[in-house]
């Protein structure tokens, strides 16, 4: 919502002066700012646990899958990154080639780009073609007598190049998981909370029909400030507390954190920032698009 935005540095400079502490004290900004995000979710994401960054969210996404799906392996897309911690780089494809390589749990299928990928915009039905890479990559862990935890994606993948997958192709892909009894993963952090513009939310962009069974967010949830969070369904939290070991973070949660996260949603409401969004990347869209029509050299414009 902007460097140091005004209605952001007021929430955190005033619950700042009256109470910060972890979570197992109980707090109303905790609860209010849950139901304020549940309400841009759809109902069944209606579980919230909050982290400090984007790489704790991803991490704690594949805890909550293998401790429901009872599980190992992951699917990623290629050229993928989910973050920094340990588990991360293992289901990065852009940082694991450069550092310890493949491990043997996880399995890359191609990115969905009809513009430079595998199956093109003259391919009579790309999206089917690049959800069946994923269900070969299914029967081929089966046969080797593993187990599928996860799918997991960027709604929209942005390192792998702001590609933005054919509508219907998570649907397909999430059939081919939930088949083999994984969960579907929707990592938002770069490109959720209305920088899409059309939606709140990347996913959104594949139908109304679409539901990750876990979403994580960081990056502009605290519009600078360490603020992260994992949504997902009361059958997986279920699950994932059934252990008896609790989930706690000192930090994920505070009230601080949860004020700030407020005034953002607040700030991305009150000026219309989503559709703002909307407004210059069509802007963007059209002119970049006329040079593409002068200048043979630019292929495709994102």
């Not at 009872?70 to 852009?94: Q, R």
């Not at 490109?191 to 069974?213: M, N, S, T, Y």
Request: charged share 20%.
């Amino acid at each position: 919502v902007g460097h140091c935005h005004p209605d952001v540095v007021k929430a955190a400079h005033e619950q700042n002066q009256l109470l910060n502490t972890n979570s197992r004290y109980l707090h109303d900004n905790l609860v209010d700012y849950a139901e304020r995000l549940s309400k841009t979710l759809p109902e069944k994401l209606c579980i919230f646990y909050f982290l400090n960054s984007g790489s704790e969210a991803n991490d704690l996404a594949l805890r909550l899958a293998r401790q429901y799906t009872k599980h190992e392996d992951v699917i990623v897309l290629d050229h993928a990154y989910h973050g920094h911690l340990t588990s991360l780089i293992d289901i990065s494809p852009y940082k694991f080639r450069n550092l310890e390589g493949q491990k043997e749990w996880v399995h890359v299928a191609p990115v969905p780009d009809t513009y430079r990928g595998l199956y093109r915009e003259d391919h009579e039905d790309s999206v089917t073609a690049y959800a069946n890479e994923v269900k070969n990559i299914i029967e081929q862990v089966h046969k080797r007598g593993r187990k599928i935890a996860a799918f997991f994606a960027e709604s929209l993948p942005s390192v792998g190049g702001q590609i933005i997958p054919p509508a219907g192709y998570f649907q397909k892909v999430a059939e081919h998981v939930h088949k083999a009894g994984g969960v579907f993963i929707a990592d938002e952090i770069q490109v959720g909370f209305g920088r899409v513009g059309k939606h709140f939310w990347a996913f959104q962009l594949q139908g109304e029909d679409f539901i990750p069974d876990i979403v994580t967010m960081g990056k502009p949830i605290g519009n600078g400030h360490p603020l992260a969070c994992v949504a997902t369904t009361k059958e997986i939290a279920e699950a994932f507390a059934a252990t008896g070991v609790e989930y706690f973070n000192t930090f994920g949660g505070n009230p601080v954190s949860c004020a700030i996260g407020l005034a953002v949603l607040d700030v991305i409401e009150k000026e219309h920032l989503q559709a703002h969004a909307t407004e210059v990347g069509n802007f963007l869209m059209k002119l970049l698009n006329e040079q593409k029509i002068k200048h043979p050299i630019i292929g495709d414009v994102r």
